[in-house]
């Protein structure tokens, strides 16, 4: 039963008037799932918004919250609107060095917190601070390790709560009052970008825009009460705030937390959600998972795998879309999901999967395939920070492996004449924080958004993404370069973590790989191979070949595209450490950082482009306890195995 308020702390109201008793949250606490019901979870958001006005936070204070998906959390940010302040969550897996600059620009305050972790580091934070009147409140969750903290300004969730109910008690009609006083175009929440490029910025994103984002998804699929979502990805991401926050406020799903990031994996296959989502690196590492279980499985098992997934290939997607297949294909399919798709799909966590989607990098067409080859009703949605993720919706029965959808309702798309996708509609940003000159750069004077993402739509309104503008490129000769469409396909194989590419105004491309240590770790301890840790593994002859195979097959796939002929790899190495946000290599949201990387390790690109057979490197790394290190190897350069051009360039 969908709400048709048009603030998120009218939304909640109304669902705890209209049916007070329905979950609306559960987490796993110690191997117990707990459960919140609308009516607590707005007395709750109460209590803490109360409890938060008591030591003087006010309307328009920013309030940071910093964790992993936690039901308190959540509340927070709702109870910062109620005050019609605004929630800005930051990643928790960010050191301090990096907080520090997002608490800095957002004047931020007052914190909640998680746990002793991220106390540890807001304390820090707190000492490098050196502009403004600094963090004065920070309230934690999980008093674990806490105990004998004295700092000024650390305070206990539920003594927050218990102030909120002294402030509630003193002063009864303040909550109603500051929750009336909300409009639809105040600013619901900051979400800081990924900073690919630079300095985060935020993104300012009213309750107007997140709500029409929100609608417009669960009316495309028809989400409401009896649906379930796990929420595990980070707060800060946009993602999470619309399916987490919008969506559940809009739809009244239930909302689930895992109890660890560990266990989500276990948490999904006892909630069975009917509602999923993730970044291709999720299904990626999915996909991972499931093939190192085969390779530990009985022979008989894994020949039953291989023929019954050949299958799938050829008939699965078409069966999904509703397209025409054969009957004799119908049965063996209907077998194959009895005896193979069905137990994958409960291995995964989506037995129960209704809708599942992808978004925040382009995910590989052989990737997207292999789910719903198997039954997964798994989609795409486009989007920014900047427009709430909120472009385009692939919606049932017109799902292209190619396309990331059409305009999703209350958007309008357009191609300018530099082939970049060009936004307009109910999602796009009021502002970035405090840089009118940044918010000038994005927001042209028609309202069009500047999406930076190069694209085409096709003669059904769909729209593909080829890659980030600045990103795409030509080869020397003239053949168009899109890294990312080339990485997405490494990536399909399990046995590739990451991949960065190269080859704008080179003769060729060349490519710098991560292996996936668990799966190629578990490959060669199969084959007896022995080794020492990452950087032994990476260098092995036999992983090489190994690599080598993968990416020959992207080069037989590439050179039979049209117009991807040229771009087939021509060399490549494995690199000797793993790409790592704190190295600065990747975002906090696993985005490659490409000109850093290329700038980095420059001595490597040059080597893969001069005709070397190895290079020696050393590279300084960040370890989790804030110590450095330097890791150094004599890289291999390899030539890759390349095809005649099948078709010609378009």
Not at 42 to 69: H, P, T
Not at 271 to 291: D, M, N, Q, W
Request: with cysteine; glycine share 10%; net charge negative.
């Amino acid at each position: 039963m969908q709400t048709k308020a048009n603030t998120f702390p009218r939304l909640l109201l109304d669902h705890a008037k209209q049916r007070p008793d329905a979950p609306a949250v559960r987490e796993k606490d110690l191997g117990i799932w707990q459960t919140w019901s609308w009516a607590m979870v707005a007395r709750e958001v109460r209590e803490i918004a109360c409890g938060l006005a008591s030591l003087g936070f006010k309307a328009g204070d920013n309030l940071a919250i910093v964790g992993a998906n936690r039901p308190h959390l959540y509340m927070a940010v709702l109870a910062a609107q109620s005050l019609r302040g605004v929630p800005v969550p930051l990643y928790q897996d960010a050191v301090a060095g990096e907080m520090v600059f997002m608490l800095e620009d957002a004047s931020i305050e007052f914190v909640i917190a998680e746990d002793q972790e991220q106390v540890d580091k807001l304390l820090e934070c707190r000492e490098l601070k050196k502009q403004g009147a600094g963090i004065g409140h920070i309230v934690y969750d999980d008093p674990r390790g806490l105990r004998h903290y004295d700092q000024a300004g650390l305070l206990g969730y539920d003594k927050l709560r218990e102030l909120g109910s002294a402030f509630d008690a003193a002063h009864p009609r303040f909550f109603d009052e500051s929750v009336a006083s909300v409009e639809p175009g105040d600013v619901a929440v900051i979400l800081y970008t990924s900073g690919t490029t630079g300095r985060p910025k935020g993104v300012c994103q009213t309750h107007a825009s997140f709500i029409a984002a929100g609608r417009g998804g669960v009316e495309t699929d028809r989400l409401g009460p009896g649906d379930n979502i796990m929420s595990y990805l980070p707060m800060a991401w946009v993602g999470d705030h619309l399916f987490s926050v919008a969506q559940w406020l809009v739809g009244g799903f239930t909302l689930n937390c895992p109890e660890s990031s560990e266990t989500v994996m276990n948490d999904m296959r006892e909630i069975g959600p009917s509602y999923y989502f993730g970044p291709p690196r999720t299904f990626e590492g999915l996909l991972t998972a499931v093939s190192i279980r085969m390779e530990d499985a009985a022979a008989s098992k894994r020949w039953l795998y291989a023929k019954f997934m050949a299958l799938a290939q050829r008939v699965g997607a078409d069966l999904l879309n509703g397209a025409p297949v054969g009957f004799g294909d119908r049965l063996l399919y209907g077998l194959g999901n009895l005896l193979v798709y069905g137990p994958l799909r409960n291995v995964l966590g989506m037995s129960r999967i209704r809708v599942a989607y992808t978004a925040g990098a382009a995910i590989g067409p052989d990737l997207f395939r292999f789910y719903r080859s198997i039954g997964v009703n798994l989609k795409q949605f486009y989007g920014q920070t900047e427009t709430c993720a909120y472009v385009c919706l692939q919606q049932d029965g017109k799902v292209k492996l190619q396309t990331v959808g059409s305009a999703a309702p209350g958007i309008e798309l357009k191609i300018a004449d530099d082939g970049e996708v060009l936004v307009r509609g109910v999602s796009v940003l009021k502002e970035y924080y405090k840089r009118p000159d940044a918010t000038a750069e994005v927001l042209d004077a028609d309202g069009y958004f500047h999406t930076g993402d190069a694209g085409v739509i096709d003669a059904e309104g769909h729209l593909r993404i080829i890659d980030r503008a600045k990103d795409v490129g030509r080869l020397a000769g003239g053949a168009i370069f899109a890294p990312n469409y080339i990485e997405n396909k490494l990536k399909f194989f399990p046995q590739i973590k990451e991949a960065v590419c190269f080859g704008n105004e080179r003769d060729e491309v060349c490519a710098a790989i991560n292996i996936d240590y668990e799966a190629v770790g578990n490959w060669a301890e199969r084959r007896g191979l022995a080794y020492g840790g990452y950087v032994d593994l990476a260098g092995k002859p036999e992983v090489l070949a190994l690599i080598g195979e993968c990416i020959a097959k992207v080069n037989a796939d590439l050179a039979g595209e049209d117009g991807m002929g040229e771009t087939q790899i021509a060399r490549f190495l494995v690199l000797h450490k793993e790409l790592d946000p704190d190295d600065d290599e990747l975002t906090r949201t696993r985005k490659v950082r490409r000109g850093f990387i290329a700038d980095k390790y420059r001595v490597l690109v040059d080597a893969l482009y001069g005709g070397k057979t190895e290079q020696y490197i050393e590279t300084q790394v960040k370890f989790e306890d804030g110590r450095t290190g330097v890791v150094n190897a004599t890289l291999k350069i390899v030539e890759a195995k390349t095809y005649p051009i099948l078709k010609a360039a378009a």
